[in-house]
C-alpha cells in the first residue's frame, strides 16, 4: 500500500463482497438479503458500498435516512431500498418519488404517505416497525394489528410485512432473542391470520444470522459483518471475514526525549528513561478517539508502538525505543496489517472502551477514503 499522504483511510470493496459472499452462504437460497449501509456503511461509503454490494447480488438495501435513500437513486441504483428509521411526515413526498420503502410506526407518517401516493399515482411500500423488546423504534406488540387494521384505510399503501431489531443477539445466551423472536413469530402469524400476507418480514441482524437461522424469514439484514468485524469481539465468526477499512499514515518527526520528558497536552506521560518518539499526524480530527491516549498502539515496521500522552487534534506520538532504524516518512499502520501483524477495530474499540462500530464510523467518516477492488 502506496501512502502518498499524511493520512490514507483505504476501503477494500473486494473484501467487502468476500465478506457479502461468506454471509449469503450462511443462509438458505430462498431468503434474501438486505445489505444494511445506513451511517454512510458505516463509514466506509455509502455510494460505492452499495455499488459492490449491488453488483454482487443483495436484494434490498437499509439505509438511515431520507438523504441516503436519495443519493442512491440519484447514483443509478434500482435495488429496493428500506428507510430503516422511517421518516418525517414531510418527507412522504420525497420517499414516494424515490421509490423507497418505509419502516412505519407513526400514523401522521401513514397518511402523509397515503396523500403522496395519491398525488403521485404511486404505491407507498412500507414495513411495519415492532418493538418487540428493544426499547427503540416501533409500536409495542398490542399496537400493532390494531395499527395494521387502520391501513386497510390507505389502499395506496402496500405493508411488505413486520419487522423488529434485536437487542442481545450477538451474546451467547439466546434466551431474550429468542423471546423476541417468538413475540415477532406470534405478531406475525396473527396478522397473518387476519388476511395480511407479509411477504418481507425481517428482524435478522449479523448475529442473528450467524447464530439463529430460525429468525432469518423471508429476509435477513446484516451490517457489521459486511465490514468484516463480528457483532460480539470476543466472538470469532464461523466464516473467514475479511477487514474492509483500513487506517494509514507515516512518521512526520522522530526525536530522542530525556529522562522525565513530558509529552502532549495535560503532560500526562512522562519519559522514564531515554525514548525514541515518533510523531505521527493523525488525531481525532480523522475520527482518531482521543481514548486511545496513553492506551493505543500503532504498528511501524511491524512492530506495536504504544501511544505516549494524549491523542491531539492532528497529532499522536508514540514509542519507537524498541523499534530499530524508525525515520521520518516511514509507513504507519492505525488500523489493517503490517508485516504480519494486525490492529483490528475492536482492538482499537477495547482501548477506546467501545465498539467496532464506533471505530468505523469515526473515522470513515472523517478521512478521504480510498477504494480499491471495484
Ligand atoms: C434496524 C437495524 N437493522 C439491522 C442492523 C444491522 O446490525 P448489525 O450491524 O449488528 O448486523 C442495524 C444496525 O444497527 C439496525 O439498526
Redesign the pocket.
Known sequence: MMVTSMVHLSIDLAALEHNYRALRRLCDPGVKF?A?V?ADA?GHGLIPAARKLAAAGADYL?VGSLEEGAALRHAGITLPILL??GILPEEAEGAVGADLDI?LFRRDVARALAVAAQAQGKKARVHLKVDTGMGR?GLLPGEALPFLAELRNYPRLEVQGL?S?LAV??IEDKTYTNQQLHEFIRLLAAARHQGWKLPLSH?A???A?WELKEAHLGMV??????YGSP?AAHRPPPVELQPVMALYSRVLQVKRLPPGAAISYGCTYKTRGWCDVAVIPVGYCNGYSRHLSNRGEMLIHGQRAPILGRVCMNLTMVEVTDIPGVQAGDRVTLLGEDEGQRLSADELAAWAETIS?EIYCALGTATPRHYTGA
Open positions: 438486505l444494511v445506513k458505516y437499509g430503516l428509521l419502516a423504534l419487522i431489531h443477539a450477538e428482524l441482524n449479523s448475529a444470522l439484514r446484516p451490517g457489521i459483518m459486511l457483532p462500530y
